[in-house]
């Protein structure tokens, strides 16, 4: 008799042995940093930080022997959920904001052992980050203690965002698709306006937005329901805006002039010239502008009337400028020759660094000064520093975050 079927199919058996006989995922240790699925760092819990609050979901993979799935806050020790499900969604308030809060979660076992995950924080606070991180071409809200994304706006390659601060709404400018758009702090899309064909640079007021043109050579302004109410046509490049003295606005050109535009009379009043390639500009207490220019590789400290009070000098990269609110006329630079973000008082002089970052982009303040978050695209991170230059949190899963913009909107 042949027997060589009954080999051949031992010899299957055999082969196929290592692929479902030993399938069992659910018996490799998830915090095992071997572990090919988790890495040794399940991430199954999720906490996003709200305002007075944290929303909590969980997500365990098909997982054999369980018989229970606990989630544990591990301040109180109180438990927060506990049943068979190995997925769900737990609002965790009233919580003060301010506070740190600690979670976990617990696999009890059929054998009668446990699995305990790695806590997971969260900070609730009145914070609205908006970031825009451009190789991914999206634009995020992170929770307000820099730890999570909130949710992502359904937007795709935007040029520049401005957020409200009394509000936190926000602003965006898609420069190839000739849009703006404006959402709610939620990220409700309220309107959209195609009418201006290559928007750049934004501007957020009370009771208007303004929005800079350079292909068109023009400066507009809308209303807050998006319709255009005028315009500023004859500039030569308007790359950056700033908030000027009263009602009126900062225009700076690409060809090294600076204008002044008021929603009263729109056409651009010349102020000063002599710079070449401006790149950052920050509002001044007085009315005044603070400008960054690239190829002088210099900071202009610019008064109401457009007399340039100093020059700062020897600044070959600087990628913002952020008004400071303690200190009076102290300006927040992203130095990216040193790789730091500085505080400089009014005389230039450097008050404090932040250490440790890789090629800072944008600033952004809270209204006291406590908190200070710097979009580092080097790092690919968005981080939160106290006022003394201690890291707080960081969100480090992005892929190049260029602007980060913060409101702590008025109850």
């Given at each position: 008799?042949?027997?060589?079927?009954?080999?051949?199919?031992?010899?299957?058996?055999?082969?196929?042995?290592?692929?479902?006989?030993?399938?069992?995922?659910?018996?490799?240790?998830?915090?095992?940093?071997?572990?090919?699925?988790?890495?040794?760092?399940?991430?199954?819990?999720?906490?996003?930080?709200?305002?007075?609050?944290?929303?909590?979901?969980?997500?365990?993979?098909?997982?054999?022997?369980?018989?229970?799935?606990?989630?544990?806050?591990?301040?109180?020790?109180?438990?927060?959920?506990?049943?068979?499900?190995?997925?769900?969604?737990?609002?965790?308030?009233?919580?003060?904001?301010?506070?740190?809060?600690?979670?976990?979660?617990?696999?009890?076992?059929?054998?009668?052992?446990?699995?305990?995950?790695?806590?997971?924080?969260?900070?609730?606070?009145?914070?609205?980050?908006?970031?825009?991180?451009?190789?991914?071409?999206?634009?995020?809200?992170?929770?307000?203690?820099?730890?999570?994304?909130?949710?992502a706006l359904d937007v795709r390659d935007p040029i520049s965002i401005r957020t409200d601060p009394a509000d936190g709404s926000l602003l965006v400018a898609d420069f190839f698709r000739?849009?703006?758009?404006?959402?709610?702090?939620?990220?409700?899309?309220?309107?959209?306006?195609?009418?201006?064909?290559?928007?750049?640079?934004?501007?957020?007021?009370?009771?208007?937005?303004?929005?800079?043109?350079?292909?068109?050579?023009?400066?507009?302004?809308?209303?807050?329901?998006?319709?255009?109410?005028?315009?500023?046509?004859?500039?030569?490049?308007?790359?950056?805006?700033?908030?000027?003295?009263?009602?009126?606005?900062?225009?700076?050109?690409?060809?090294?002039?600076?204008?002044?535009?008021?929603?009263?009379?729109?056409?651009?009043?010349?102020?000063?010239?002599?710079?070449?390639?401006?790149?950052?500009?920050?509002?001044?207490?007085?009315?005044?502008?603070?400008?960054?220019?690239?190829?002088?590789?210099?900071?202009?400290?610019?008064?109401?009337?457009?007399?340039?009070?100093?020059?700062?000098?020897?600044?070959?990269?600087?990628?913002?400028?952020?008004?400071?609110?303690?200190?009076?006329?102290?300006?927040?630079?992203?130095?990216?020759?040193?790789?730091?973000?500085?505080?400089?008082?009014?005389?230039?002089?450097?008050?404090?660094?932040?250490?440790?970052?890789?090629?800072?982009?944008?600033?952004?303040?809270?209204?006291?000064?406590?908190?200070?978050?710097?979009?580092?695209?080097?790092?690919?991170?968005?981080?939160?520093?106290?006022?003394?230059?201690?890291?707080?949190?960081?969100?480090?899963?992005?892929?190049?975050?260029?602007?980060?913009?913060?409101?702590?909107?008025?109850?």
């Amino acid at each position: 008799m042949d027997d060589r079927p009954m080999r051949m199919l031992i010899l299957f058996l055999v082969l196929l042995m290592p692929i479902t006989g030993c399938s069992t995922r659910s018996h490799e240790n998830p915090l095992d940093p071997e572990n090919k699925t988790t890495e040794g760092n399940p991430q199954w819990l999720t906490a996003v930080a709200q305002n007075e609050s944290v929303a909590l979901s969980w997500s365990v993979p098909a997982f054999r022997d369980v018989s229970e799935f606990v989630l544990r806050d591990l301040v109180t020790e109180d438990i927060l959920f506990r049943g068979e499900s190995g997925s769900g969604n737990f609002l965790h308030a009233p919580l003060p904001n301010g506070l740190t809060q600690s979670y976990r979660l617990e696999l009890k076992l059929t054998d009668g052992t446990e699995q305990l995950f790695p806590e997971v924080l969260a900070e609730p606070g009145p914070a609205v980050p908006w970031v825009l991180d451009s190789a991914s071409g999206q634009v995020l809200q992170l929770a307000p203690d820099a730890r999570a994304v909130a949710f992502a706006l359904d937007v795709r390659d935007p040029i520049s965002i401005r957020t409200d601060p009394a509000d936190g709404s926000l602003l965006v400018a898609d420069f190839f698709r000739g849009r703006v758009s404006y959402y709610t702090s939620g990220g409700e899309l309220v309107w959209e306006n195609e009418t201006l064909p290559r928007p750049r640079a934004i501007l957020v007021e009370s009771n208007r937005f303004w929005v800079a043109d350079p292909v068109e050579n023009r400066v507009v302004e809308l209303d807050r329901g998006g319709a255009v109410v005028g315009a500023s046509d004859s500039l030569d490049i308007p790359l950056l805006l700033s908030q000027g003295p009263g009602e009126s606005i900062w225009v700076a050109e690409q060809t090294g002039r600076l204008y002044q535009v008021s929603p009263a009379d729109r056409s651009p009043q010349f102020i000063v010239e002599g710079f070449e390639s401006p790149v950052a500009m920050a509002p001044r207490p007085n009315g005044g502008v603070w400008l960054a220019d690239a190829l002088l590789e210099q900071i202009l400290k610019v008064d109401p009337d457009g007399t340039v009070a100093q020059i700062f000098p020897n600044l070959p990269a600087i990628a913002s400028l952020t008004p400071d609110p303690v200190v009076t006329d102290g300006v927040w630079i992203s130095d990216r020759t040193n790789n730091t973000v500085s505080l400089l008082d009014g005389n230039g002089t450097v008050l404090q660094s932040l250490p440790g970052l890789a090629a800072p982009s944008r600033v952004s303040l809270s209204p006291d000064g406590s908190e200070i978050w710097v979009a580092d695209p080097g790092l690919r991170s968005v981080l939160r520093f106290a006022r003394n230059g201690t890291l707080i949190s960081e969100y480090d899963r992005l892929t190049s975050p260029i602007i980060i913009d913060l409101a702590f909107p008025t109850p």
